[in-house]
């Protein structure tokens, strides 16, 4: 059965710090790309943070770069988005995606639940 499981949001005042994450399980991780997703009422889901499988790429929102950094540690089946200098703009639910490609008409993709941010004074 696979699952997706974040944890770490909750409230925050705003230049506060969160570390999201999300723990894997039910395929072969090491194989997935990982990502971060967010919504915030009203709003489209948008992609906030991606990061290979290898490692070797990564990629950020403008609106996050420089705040936020995603990692993953493929031993322990998680994935990791470490966020500084929070903003009340950033109160969303964050989602973990997971994603493998295997040709132009195949792929697997997993979602988890969601875990609400609200950075607020």
């Known amino acids: 059965q696979v699952q997706l499981v974040e944890s770490g949001g909750g409230l925050v005042q705003p230049g506060g710090s969160l570390r999201l994450s999300c723990a894997a399980s039910?395929?072969?991780?090491?194989?997935?790309?990982m990502s971060w997703y967010r919504q915030a009422p009203g709003k489209e889901r948008e992609l906030v943070a991606h990061?290979?499988?290898?490692?070797?790429?990564?990629n950020y929102a403008d609106s996050v770069k420089g705040r936020f950094t995603i990692s993953r540690d493929n031993a322990k089946n998680t994935v990791y988005l470490q966020m500084n200098s929070l903003k009340p703009e950033d109160t969303a639910a964050y989602y973990c995606?997971?994603?493998?490609?295997?040709?132009?008409?195949?792929?697997?993709?997993?979602w988890g639940q969601g875990t609400q941010v609200t950075v607020s004074s």
């Open positions: 039910g395929f072969r991780f090491s194989t997935y790309a």
């Open positions: 990061i290979s499988s290898d490692v070797g790429i990564r």
């Open positions: 995606n997971a994603q493998k490609v295997i040709n132009s008409w195949l792929k697997y993709e997993y």
